[in-house]
């Protein structure tokens, strides 16, 4: 019996690869190489479904050399690497992973917003390069407070919300900024009042940025965002790339307009602005956060689900079109 050919285009978690092969002609990119557009395009060939990683450019170029292709399954909740427009001209289901990875983000959310307040990295090194020399000093590493403090949240989708629900553990005031405002209920439960952007900017002592990237929201905080806020305050994003104009806010941290920022994610990442490597008041990880194994797991298996069914003949369980 001939079975439909998948690829999976990055190394993913074995079980999930010996499970597909159960039902489907598996090529999998074990050696979680990244390839390039026309390497991308070579491997699709005759291939009916994609499991594919935000990484995975899918424009209309790369997709007019795939006619076999039917369903491309992102393992994430966003899909700005898909032209989605040009996949339903041809027939091609996309499909996400939402729901699945909110709380782990908003963990990683608040590490790195943790992290660059009270300056863990920072102080991390000075340990590591043997600095420490006198036990105790009353001005070592002073930080920025959490407790009571004003946290500013810009897109309160589910993980903005996860992200809001952690600071009543902290008493904070929250405030946040939405294209849609929350129901009054909502509201209420996060204990979040709504602001307009400018005022959040203005008052927060730390800002979140949780702002799908779309061209919409291409440097939604820039230098112009960056200089309404407190000298004392921290931008966080882990959102997505772009959705901070990198530039600006390296500008800002050297000349200390704002006392810090944490950051996961990046423009033409995993490239990084050199001007933030010399930062001390940046605290930086790798797009990880939905990097614990049991989310990743979750989302392997939400996204060969997504996969199967179309290929099964069915609707899939998270549609993006």
């Known amino acids: 019996m001939n079975r439909k050919a998948v690829l999976i285009t ?110 863990i990295a920072e102080a991390d090194a000075y ?36 992200v809001a629900r952690r600071a009543s553990g902290f008493d904070m005031r929250v405030l946040y900024n939405n294209r849609t405002r929350l129901a009054e209920a909502d509201e209420k439960r996060l204990n979040a009042r709504y602001a307009d952007r400018d005022r959040l900017l203005a008052e927060s002592d730390f800002v979140v940025v949780m702002a799908p990237y779309s061209p919409a929201t291409h440097h939604l905080i820039g230098a112009a965002e960056i200089a309404k806020m407190k000298p004392t305050a921290i931008l966080v994003n882990s959102a997505r790339g772009g959705v901070v104009d990198d530039a600006a806010l390296v500008d800002a941290l050297r000349a200390k307009r704002i006392a810090g920022a944490g950051l996961d994610v990046f423009e033409g990442e995993p490239k990084v602005n050199p001007g933030y490597l010399d930062l001390r008041n940046v605290v930086m990880t790798p797009h990880i956060g939905s990097a614990s194994r049991a989310t990743r797991i979750v989302m392997c298996n939400t996204a060969a689900a997504n996969m199967t069914a179309v290929l099964e003949g069915r609707d899939p369980p998270n549609p993006v079109n």
């Open 10 to 119: 990055r190394g993913i978690l074995p079980e999930v690869v010996e499970a597909l092969s159960k039902r489907f002609a598996v090529e999998h990119n074990a050696e979680d190489r990244p390839w390039a557009p026309e390497e991308l395009a070579q491997h699709l060939r005759g291939k009916h479904g994609a499991m594919a990683t935000v990484m995975d450019r899918f424009d209309e170029a790369l997709l007019a050399q795939c006619p076999d292709l039917k369903v491309i399954s992102n393992i994430a909740v966003g899909y700005n690497n898909i032209d989605v427009p040009a996949a339903t001209r041809r027939g091609i289901r996309v499909t996400n992973t939402p729901g699945v990875l909110d709380d782990t983000t908003a963990d990683l959310t608040w590490s790195l917003l943790m992290a660059a307040a009270r300056r």
């Open 127 to 162: 340990v590591r390069r043997g600095d420490w020399k006198i036990a105790f000093g009353v001005q070592y590493f002073l930080g920025q407070d959490i407790h009571h403090a004003t946290l500013g949240i810009i897109g309160m989708g589910r993980i903005g919300q996860a």
